[in-house]
């Protein structure tokens, strides 16, 4: 099954298929917890330069950074928690954020921004809570909606949203960037589990950004998932870099190429 929303940030035209349909998130869920995090910095709750003191007790599977750093001993702010959340997906930094933050306010946030469909219902690698259904889903329409709302400073103020979209944007192996241009901005998050492959984000085109989510399941290889997405990615791209070089009525004009 295939999801798509795609918002045009300019003119708020939104481009959906099947965007209200419910997905695993997987990872991608982490763009919710991040945006709390903002949120309670925003609030004063926190500051992003708290710090963590390492606990092999929070330790958890497919964490490659925080696996390796000395419990009792190293000392992170809370902002370096996000940026291996975001970076390389650390379960084990993710965990403790949602520890800090608290899951209720997560969906507190969620729910405020009218996201019903949205919601995180257990940490990372809690195997037990996956087997009894309670997954980390979204819609293509409500991550979308997420990332429009924070882009319009509605979850935090400006400065602490462009550096919101700066971790976001930290450079990761992921499918929407897979077959950009190497110098575009884009602040994105994946997500992969079984049968899933998801991911979305904001593309900074110049004049011209937009929000791309992309969601799969029920895949029989996961490859086909992964490539579905860079294929829509870069046709999202195509259009929008278009639009951002053309007129109202169509016409580029280009300096090599002038013709009447």
Not at 65 to 76: A, E, H, S, W
Not at 104 to 117: F, M, Q, Y
Not at 123 to 137: L, P, V
Request: with cysteine.
């Amino acid at each position: 099954m295939l999801g798509v929303a795609i918002n045009d940030l300019m003119t708020g035209k939104k481009y959906p298929l099947r965007g209200d349909e419910v997905f695993p998130q997987a990872s991608s869920i982490k763009i919710a917890v991040l945006a709390e995090l903002y949120h309670q910095a925003q609030q004063g709750r926190l500051k992003l330069t708290d710090l963590y003191t390492v606990n092999s007790a929070d330790l958890v599977a497919d964490s490659a950074i925080m696996n390796g750093l000395t419990p009792g001993v190293t000392r992170i702010t809370l902002r370096d928690l996000a940026t291996m959340m975001v970076a390389v997906s650390d379960n084990s930094a993710t965990n403790v954020l949602i520890d800090r933050l608290g899951m209720e306010n997560v969906n507190a946030l969620l729910d405020s921004l009218t996201l019903a469909h949205t919601r995180l219902r257990r940490k990372m690698m809690d195997i037990k809570a996956a087997a009894e259904g309670r997954e980390n889903i979204s819609t293509p329409n409500e991550m979308a909606a997420l990332l429009t709302a924070i882009y319009q400073n509605k979850v935090a103020n400006k400065e602490l949203t462009d550096d919101f979209f700066k971790v976001l944007s930290t450079p990761k192996d992921s499918w929407i960037p897979r077959e950009l241009p190497d110098d575009l901005k884009i602040a994105n998050k994946p997500g992969a589990l079984e049968g899933v492959r998801n991911d979305s984000g904001i593309v900074f085109i110049d004049k011209r950004p937009y929000v791309i989510c992309v969601m799969t399941t029920f895949l029989r290889r996961e490859r086909d998932g992964e490539q579905t997405i860079s294929q829509i990615s870069l046709a999202a791209y195509r259009m929008f870099n278009r639009l951002a070089r053309a007129s109202e009525y169509g016409r580029v004009v280009s300096t090599a190429n002038s013709s009447k």
